[in-house]
């Protein structure tokens, strides 16, 4: 029987730790897509968000537009500089989240650069950020080594913060990083930038089994990661999986086309990959 407190407890929690809780009490993952705010511009980004959460997905990254992005591929940097060139800023970005959080119960990671926090000033940028309506954050350029302050600021907002895990880190390492992560890790599944790959690192079962030694937080898998047979394979041994260039070579696809017919596309393809998740789901 549910409690009056156990509801409030509920309320209380981060969004993110809530729905991988929710996932992991019914033996759930989830499918996590990215795209990038402001391409092809705010308004789209909207209607794209909500689409993403009727197609099932639990979490979406969203991207704040930096001129230099760290690790991204040439199909996300393109659509970086896209968003930069029609004037979108993060203040913007902000305000355009703040006005679609209503509507969604999904949860909401920005994936933003250090660069664009500090000059900002993370205590504002974290402040207004949650006030806004995200969930968490990933910080990609942000070192381990100066971590420390920040991520106690990220936790005083009340915002997670998952750092990246990649596959040429030294055990140690690893387990530093996902020590420090809140929310969940995110493991890269391959060294390089992202992209669209065939398969699935060999060596990726192993990784994770390693690091769940050092976390109990829930595992996040992205880079490379495109079909409903890659989330699946990827779902086998990890919480949930990232999905972010062929979604966003899609939106790129459809640049001109109706807003709503490019959300509609969005959210069929997200669909694929969230049933990608069910048994005999992949094909």
Do not use: W
């Amino acid at each position: 029987m549910i409690t009056l407190r156990d509801v409030s407890i509920l309320l209380l929690m981060n969004r993110i730790d809530r729905i991988f809780g929710e996932l992991r009490g019914g033996g759930g993952r989830a499918v996590m897509p990215f795209i990038t705010a402001g391409d092809p511009d705010l308004e789209t980004t909207a209607l794209l968000l909500e689409a993403i959460q009727r197609a099932g997905a639990a979490v979406c990254e969203l991207g704040i537009p930096f001129s230099d992005p760290i690790a991204d591929g040439p199909v996300i940097q393109a659509s970086m500089s896209r968003a930069l060139g029609r004037g979108v800023r993060p203040e913007q970005v902000l305000e355009m989240v703040s006005t679609v959080r209503p509507k969604l119960t999904m949860g909401l990671v920005a994936m933003v650069s250090f660069s664009i926090v500090h000059r900002m000033g993370p205590r504002s940028f974290f402040a207004q950020a949650a006030e806004a309506g995200f969930d968490g954050l990933i910080l990609p350029d942000l070192p381990l080594e100066e971590s420390p302050s920040t991520l106690a600021e990220v936790r005083e907002a009340g915002l997670t913060c998952s750092m990246l895990v990649a596959p040429t880190s030294p055990d140690e390492r690893a387990a530093a990083i996902a020590e420090a992560s809140t929310g969940f890790v995110y493991v890269l599944a391959r060294a390089g930038i992202t992209g669209e790959r065939n398969g699935v690192p060999a060596d990726l079962p192993d990784r994770i089994s390693r690091l769940r030694q050092a976390s109990d937080l829930p595992m996040a898998v992205g880079f490379g990661i495109g079909t409903p047979q890659q989330v699946a394979d990827v779902c086998r041994v990890a919480d949930a999986a990232i999905v972010g260039s062929a979604i966003v070579r899609r939106i790129q696809e459809a640049d001109g086309v109706d807003r709503s017919a490019t959300a509609a596309d969005v959210e069929s393809f997200v669909g694929d990959l969230v049933a990608g998740l069910s048994p005999g789901g992949s094909g």
